[in-house]
């Protein structure tokens, strides 16, 4: 049944997702932040900026009034940057209704609380609407997701009722949708996966080769699946399509930003030109912060993400940082038990 729906974020997901949810035959109210923007939108039908080339459902209308888009709305989709979550969620609360369904799409921390995204919502909206809250995570490159390229994705909730409702709402014969109960890993695994992006781009800036590659990313999941089951994660959703399966896609995709980040750092540019250059937000990097923060808080061992931290905060060499790491003592692959 068509619905009209909202989606908050005109990004590159955001509008991706608002696509997904047009094919569907639901109208959708997307939230911009500029008059251009919105103009290009409903004018033109093209998001350029972050989408060029891709000519937009006109079921796809965009809106500049925050409280005009969320109002009257039984579903909305957040994808914003984790750096902005909680001002939007705060500005769209009065508007909310009672039964709402919220999803969000966003992988990453809040670097001052180093609290997961769905954890800042409930912050600021308690009682039933943050029981139902749902997020959608999983590997999906919004440039091949909006030109209708196979995609499978999961979608978490603590409700079995709001998994279910989102699975409806978003599956397409193109875009695929499973679900998971696990919400701390499916986020976990979903930040976290940037930072061994950022390591998979340098790694190929530097020009290391696949067996580099193969390593970063076999002992990067070691280190996601040590703090995330640390913070309560079931391990197996690290082997699913929130964990292995968007690690691959991030770390081996020329549409990853953050591999493209990593590999200009790799090349020898500082992180203020790189950040500059790619002009669109580079989860990753706030996301390493959060990461080793966390790291040391709950006496996680995570040696590539500390590396990493180096390299983008201290200004270490990623030449350095990789001979640091290599020259690490010896250990085991996997935790022996005790005898």
Known sequence: MAKEL??????SWGTALATVCADNEHQVRLWVRNLEAAAEINQQHRNTKYLPGIRLSD???AETDL????KGKKEIILAVPSHAMR????????????DVL?????????????K?????????????IAERLAVLTGPSHAEEVIRKSPTTVVVSSLSTESMLQAQDLLMTPNFRVYTNPDMVGAEIAGALKNIIALGAGLSDGLGFGDNAKAALLTRGLAEITRLGTKLGANPLTFLGLAGVGDLIVTCTSKHSRNWRAGYMLG??????????EMGMVVEGVRTTQAAYELALREQ?????????HDILFNGKSPQQAVEDLMGRGRTFELDMPEQ
């Open 6 to 11: 909202a989606v908050i974020g005109a990004g």
């Open 59 to 61: 079921a796809i209308v």
């Open 67 to 70: 409280g005009t888009v969320v």
């Open 87 to 98: 001002q939007t969620v705060q500005a769209m609360r009065p508007f909310l209704e009672p």
């Open 102 to 114: 919220l999803i969000h799409a966003t992988k990453g921390f809040e670097l001052e609380s180093l």
């Open 116 to 128: 997961r995204m769905s954890e800042v919502i409930r912050d600021e909206l308690a009682g039933d």
């Open 267 to 276: 090349q020898g540019k500082p992180l203020d030109q790189v950040l500059r």
């Open 300 to 308: 996680v061992e995570m040696p590539i993400t500390r590396v990493l």
